[in-house]
């Protein structure tokens, strides 16, 4: 493999890892995409539920802390919902950097993203150095 990364800049392939390493990341990538599939469906749900609630508006349990405790809630589910879908199409960006054999490298750096990195943050385009500099 050495010899082919001085050639990856005038072929397709610039990721570091091998065809078996991305399948690796993918099945991560995969997991975690159906994950936060199944999340994002009861997020939807539950907001669903939230506005069905909200509309019904029995008589004895309307009262202005109430409806403002079921406001802030609805919120707290909107934004988790919305950092869900962002999650995911995160995650589907780098199953199509895998597709692309571009996975692996830093947007900043240019070089290996590790292993390690990409096993705990597999959507990631940064390497922990170009990470911990943007702080």
Sequence with gaps: MASSKNENKDTERVSPYSDEEL??????ILKKRE??????????????????????????SFHMADAGTDAQEREKTYMLFNRTKKF????????????????GVCKVTGKKISKGRLEAVPHTQLSIDAKLKRK
């Excluded at 960006?93 to 692309?100: H, K, P, Y």
């Design 35 to 60: 994950e936060a599939k199944r999340e994002l469906e009861s997020l939807q749900n539950t907001l669903r539920d939230s506005m069905e609630n909200a509309s019904d508006e029995s008589a004895y």
């Design 88 to 103: 995911i199409r995160y995650l589907d960006d780098a199953l199509q950097r895998i597709e692309n054999k571009t996975y």
């Design 23 to 28: 399948e690796y990341f993918k099945e991560i």
